[in-house]
């Protein structure tokens, strides 16, 4: 539906502005002279463009935004109000753009959740959902602050993993770059320096000098094959069918399928326990809560399941007969259904996978940095050697 910008009294001689949506301009007109006002300007709204400023917050941003206007609802400002005192004192002009917007749409006589929903590159559908939970069942502010705890912890988690997966990753880079100057640079010099000798050199250097000789020769092929690779994998995730077979065999890695696992269905638990406490209907919360999984596998079972609880089965046991589902959540579910808690047997079971995630994580990382180490140093010591014997059968012929 169009999105129309408006300039009107009120019945107190004071002008309103704002947005609203309606088929066309006549019918705008009409919906601000059904609320009393007198209509001075009535035209369309310009679609949004999403430039490079508006693409999105970071999720640190979002969470502080979220925790910011709940505290602000929950002391009994109004919403307009709330979004005109936020909007203020924001510095950021990403920040200050969306939020005049918001207010703009609030005070048009839009709810909020619907003003969100105008933003979908900002806010996702269980944040929507969530928000409009809120508002129907008049505790929008304690929604907010559930709804900030959740993103905060999500935010926390995900810093977490990639914190303890930034100091392998860069010791690989390293190592990598070690070894290529060893290969390039350092062992072609040895190459000239043994070229004029007619003695056979030792096995080991021959092979180090062929995989240097290779390595110049055609290393420049790694770029174009790294790019093509790229983007053969990009067309193959693409395609749903190869998204669905790659996914699947993501999970079926020996360590990290079992983490990506449990990283997803922590978020995906969360996000349900969250809709289920703001009061949204079980079916609903299990359908906004499914588009949260990342992994085609694991949101297939969740849509299967889905299915189940809409056809009368209770959501544990639809959960059971799906294999990538069960174990923890089923056994939470299970409990939440049996004592009136669902939504917080689910948190308490987001909370447990988002912990054991995040142990197996630091576990992996504590293993793979030495592990790298002595990689790197293996490597580092056969091009030594290639390098030292043909030195050491040098200095013995000389004796």
């Given amino acids: 539906m169009p999105s129309f910008r408006y300039q009107a009294l ?9 947005t ?6 006549r019918a705008a007109r009409a919906q601000l002279r059904a609320q009393g006002w007198v209509p001075l300007k009535v035209q369309p709204r310009a679609p949004r463009r999403l430039g490079r400023a ?25 919403l307009e109000r709330a979004l005109a005192a936020l909007a203020d004192e924001v510095e950021d002009p990403r920040q200050h753009a969306v939020l005049t917007e918001l207010r703009a749409d609030v005070g048009g006589g839009s709810t909020l959740a619907q003003a969100l929903q105008r933003q979908p590159h900002l806010f996702d559908a269980p944040y929507c959902a969530v928000v409009a939970a809120g508002e129907a069942s008049g505790q929008l502010g304690t929604v907010l602050q559930r709804l900030a705890d959740e993103r905060e912890a999500a935010d926390a988690l995900r810093h977490k993993v990639l914190s303890a997966a930034l100091y392998p990753a860069i010791l690989t880079v390293f190592a990598l770059a070690i070894v290529v100057f060893l290969m390039t640079y350092v062992v072609p010099q040895v ?12 096995w080991l250097t021959t092979v180090v000098l062929q995989a240097s000789h290779l390595l ?18 990009r067309a193959v995730r693409r395609w749903p069918a190869g998204r669905l077979r790659t996914d699947r ?8 399928g079992r983490l990506a696992r449990q990283y997803d269905l922590s978020r995906w638990a969360a996000t349900l326990a969250l809709l289920v406490q703001a009061g949204v209907p079980l079916l609903r919360a299990l359908h906004t809560a499914n588009q949260t999984l990342r992994n085609h596998v694991l949101r297939g079972q969740a849509d299967a399941a889905l299915a189940l609880v809409r056809e009368g089965a209770p959501l544990a046991a639809a959960l059971a007969t799906q294999p990538d589902l ?51 140093g293996g490597v580092v010591l056969v091009i030594v050697l290639a390098v030292m014997l043909p030195i050491i059968q040098l200095n013995q012929l000389v004796r």
């Fill in 191 to 202: 190459a000239q320096a043994f070229a004029s000798s007619k003695r056979a050199l030792p």
């Fill in 326 to 376: 069960g174990g923890l959540v089923v056994t939470f579910a299970r409990l939440g259904e049996q004592t009136g808690q669902l939504g917080t047997m689910l948190h308490r079971a987001a909370q447990q996978m988002a912990d054991d995630a995040q142990r197996r994580t630091l576990r992996l990382t504590t293993w793979l940095e030495p592990l790298l180490i002595i990689a790197m």
């Fill in 249 to 256: 065999a993501w999970l079926r890695l020996p360590l990290l």
């Fill in 216 to 233: 110049r020769q055609w290393g420049w092929l790694l770029l174009p094959l790294g790019v093509a690779v790229g983007l053969g994998w």
């Fill in 20 to 25: 609203l949506s309606a088929d066309n301009d």
């Fill in 54 to 78: 508006r693409r999105g917050w970071t999720a640190t941003e979002l969470a502080n935004w979220t925790r910011q206007l709940a505290v602000l609802v929950g002391s009994g400002l109004p």
């Fill in 10 to 18: 009120d019945a107190d001689g004071r002008t309103r502005r704002g």
